[in-house]
């Protein structure tokens, strides 16, 4: 049987309008309207023609009903900047990701939700000292693997397919549990900035519209990830007085962060003058800073699906086998996990037989 809600989800995932979509398959913006509202079935050679166009398995089109991520449940930074058919893209890639996320629920034991929610009963600063305190990271502890310390809490997180790079990170709560979603075309450094922010959304925006979230709130998660990833003891311990710029560059590997990260946090915490600051970023950005983030490590990635889909080649489950399952592509799939699906058979992977970190599995 044909689900609507499928085809609409597809259509938003390729960044197609209905008349876009109708040109390509040969079928009228109206027809294609029916078939998203359930007034009208396609033929089976349309139906054909569309998971051609779409670059979706036809099972897709058949399988249960999806309802679509609210928007206004949607942490997105930029928002008004966003084309409509960009921001759909992404929400409907999201809600595939949730698709993934409830298969592997129903398989594995995974770390339960554990993130404090004061909302706005705190200031930013004072809601990240209660996060270590809660999640116990030390006062002043550098984070070494952001993606790593929120997954070990119960937050979700996924990657986001390349096709749209304007479309920054993003975070929502579903049925109790978070996520965040990563653009994977940003440095390692501002990718761990990403994280922080929107974990500082997830804590303390959680009972806002995100819908509405406005500049205020922007602020607060920015300010929520510097206090996180730069203590202010840590820095007044490494950091010396006046630091000129070859020093900033060399003491941001210590916190992991973008030489540009640093500096605004110094100057926010009177380290630097302002005369200082602006030299600075000039200096950056003559050096290729604000672009990029030239000596900026490797990127960070998801332990937990790592360890997923590490037992599930160990047992001789493939990639293939997992995509049939979701009713998708092997291709899609790998874009919303970071690219750590591979086709190849388990005994082809590299590494196969090492002993893997333990995985609790559901019976």
Same mark, same amino acid.
Request: net charge positive; hydrophobic share 35%; aromatic share 8%.
């Given at each position: =049987?044909?689900?609507?809600?499928?085809l609409a989800l597809a259509r938003k995932r390729r960044g197609l309008t209905l008349v876009e979509l109708g040109n390509r398959v040969g079928v009228t913006s109206q027809s294609l309207s029916n078939y998203e509202r359930g007034r009208q079935q396609p033929s089976h050679a349309t139906l054909q023609i569309l998971a051609e166009v779409l670059d979706f398995p036809a099972s897709f089109f058949t399988a249960s009903e999806v309802d679509e991520i609210d928007a206004r449940s949607v942490n997105f930074r930029a928002r008004s900047k966003l084309a409509a058919s960009t921001r759909e893209a992404a929400?409907?890639?999201?809600?595939?990701?949730?698709?993934?996320?409830?298969? /592997? %629920? $129903? #398989?594995?034991? *995974?770390?339960?939700? %554990?993130?404090? +929610?004061?909302? #706005? !009963? =705190?200031?930013?600063? *004072?809601?990240?000292?209660?996060?270590?305190?809660?999640?116990?990271?030390? $006062?002043?502890?550098? /984070?070494?693997? +952001? /993606?790593? =310390?929120?997954?070990?809490?119960?937050?979700?997180v996924f990657s986001l397919a390349p096709e749209y790079p304007e479309v920054d990170a993003f975070s929502f709560w579903r049925d109790g549990r978070p996520f965040i979603f990563l653009n994977t075309l940003k440095s390692a450094p501002r990718s761990r900035f990403d994280v922080a922010h929107e974990l500082g959304h997830l804590i303390m925006h959680a009972d806002d519209d995100a819908g509405s979230r406005t500049r205020a709130a922007e602020k607060e998660a920015d300010e929520f990830a510097s206090n996180l990833l730069m203590p202010r003891r840590s820095l007044a311990a490494k950091v010396p007085d006046n630091?000129?710029? %070859?020093? /900033? &560059?060399? *003491?941001? !590997?210590?916190?992991?962060?973008?030489?540009?990260?640093?500096?605004?946090?110094?100057?926010?915490?009177?380290? &630097? @003058? %302002?005369?200082?600051?602006?030299?600075a970023v000039i200096e950056l950005g003559r050096l290729g800073y604000r672009t990029g983030e030239p000596d900026g490590g490797d990127r960070e990635t998801s332990m937990l699906l790592q360890k997923v889909f590490g037992f599930?080649?160990?047992?001789?489950?493939?990639?293939?086998?997992?995509?049939?399952?979701?009713? +998708? @592509?092997?291709?899609?799939?790998?874009?919303?996990?970071?690219? *750590? &699906?591979?086709?190849?058979?388990?005994?082809?992977?590299?590494?196969?037989?090492a002993k893997r970190p333990h995985l609790q599995v559901v019976k």
């Open positions: =049987m044909f689900t609507p809600s499928r929400l409907a890639e999201s809600r595939l990701a949730v698709e993934l996320n409830n298969w /592997i %629920d $129903e #398989r594995f034991k *995974l770390p339960k939700v %554990d993130l404090p +929610t004061p909302g #706005r !009963k =705190m200031n930013p600063a *004072l809601a990240v000292e209660y996060l270590r305190e809660s999640w116990r990271l030390g $006062e002043d502890t550098s /984070i070494r693997n +952001t /993606i790593h =310390m929120v997954e070990a809490h119960g937050v979700r630091p000129t710029t %070859d020093q /900033i &560059i060399r *003491l941001k !590997k210590y916190w992991n962060v973008s030489a540009l990260a640093l500096t605004y946090r110094l100057h926010s915490l009177g380290r &630097i @003058s %302002d005369w200082q600051y602006r030299q599930l080649w160990e047992q001789g489950t493939t990639s293939s086998h997992v995509a049939r399952e979701l009713n +998708t @592509s092997v291709g899609e799939l790998n874009s919303w996990v970071f690219e *750590l &699906i591979s086709p190849v058979r388990p005994e082809e992977r590299p590494g196969h037989g």
